[in-house]
């Protein structure tokens, strides 16, 4: 095990992650769990030779440039990582690593939450409840919209994205979907390919926004592509908030464009748009698709096995550059 290897790691994971850096490498911990700003990681990753952080710390190129050159690896805990600039990291020979597939069942659970909260209304339904707005049950009360026969529209039908269509089938959802690449037909499963994210708006009864975070899908969910949903459509989102243009969305669900939407990421998380906090047919939730026991420790447990790889002088796993 690289006992000698310098581990600068930039948040409190969790126990058994810390502990498995603690036991394996020279590590310096952050007392705080709070994101470092970039000066102060940069000062911090003095003499490591690998730096382990989450997505709140941003790699830009400039942070990359200005790192010293005794770091080789940084190992990301995220599948995500639209916070790292990998051509920068690849010109100066920095090798990033990250976890993916370990997060897929736990992210679509999420997904599934919020369809139901949404479509079910459960922000109203509890709130009734709690304060003490019910006076009984009446035969039209909090009508939500139902799951079974409705096209289910996954956008990016990466592990998640698949994780969530095999949760969809149980729900008798007729599953539809857009990537960049149409998938086998094993990996299909009978779900319906649509060459363009465009098409796939028209049959998003139910939209589950689950591709990764591009410049080009940057506010993907604009205005002009609310209009081609069916109307009433259900929007949720467990990828990464700047897909979604906030103002266009938030104007859909005022009207009832779109009957509600369930929201985990945010642009500029954890800021969210006051707007969506006022709106009832909205159910939030900050960023917890991964937020399991056994998925934050496969994640750390994974960014590890890349690192102890790395450092056997092996091909690390999950290379991203
Ligand atoms: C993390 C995520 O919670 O993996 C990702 O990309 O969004 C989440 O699983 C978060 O990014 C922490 O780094």
């Given at each position: 095990m690289p006992q000698n290897v310098k581990l600068l790691v930039t948040r409190q994971f969790p126990a058994n992650v810390l502990e498995r850096c603690q036991r394996d490498y020279n590590c310096t911990l952050n007392p705080n769990d709070t994101d470092w700003p970039d000066e102060e990681l940069i000062d911090q990753s003095f003499g490591h030779d690998a730096i382990f952080f989450s997505s709140g710390n941003k790699f830009t190129a400039d942070v990359i440039a200005a790192l010293?050159?005794?770091?080789?690896i940084l190992a990301t805990?995220?599948?995500?990582?639209?916070?790292?600039?990998l051509s920068a990291a690849l010109k100066r020979n920095l090798v990033v690593v990250n976890t993916p597939h370990v997060l897929n069942e736990a992210t679509a659970d999420i997904a599934f939450m919020l369809m139901l909260c949404a479509s079910r209304r459960a922000r109203e339904a509890d709130k009734m409840v709690r304060n003490s707005d019910w006076h009984g049950w009446t035969p039209t009360q909090l009508l939500g919209i139902g799951m079974q026969g409705k096209r289910l529209a996954i956008l990016g039908m990466g592990g998640i994205g698949r994780e969530v269509a095999k949760r969809a089938r149980s729900f008798g959802m007729i599953i539809h979907y857009h990537n960049r690449n149409r998938l086998p037909e094993h990996l299909e499963q009978g779900a319906i390919y649509h060459q363009s994210a465009e098409d796939l708006m028209k049959v998003a009864d139910f939209l589950s926004i689950n591709c990764p975070m591009t410049p080009k899908m940057k506010?993907?969910?604009?205005t002009d592509k609310i209009k081609l949903l069916p109307n009433q459509a259900i929007v949720v989102n467990t990828?990464?908030?700047?897909?979604?243009?906030d103002d266009s969305l938030i104007s859909a669900l005022k009207s009832g464009r779109v009957f509600a939407a369930g929201l985990d990421v945010f642009g500029g998380e954890p800021a969210v748009n006051p707007e969506y906090l006022k709106l009832d047919n909205v159910f939030l939730s900050p960023h917890i698709g991964s937020a399991t026991f056994e998925t934050r420790d496969a994640m750390g447990f994974l960014a590890l096995d890349s690192l102890d790889a790395f450092f056997a002088g092996k091909e690390p796993l999950n290379r991203i550059a």
């Open positions: 010293p050159n005794e770091v080789k805990f995220s599948v995500g990582y639209e916070h790292i600039d506010y993907f969910l604009n990828a990464r908030g700047g897909l979604v243009h």
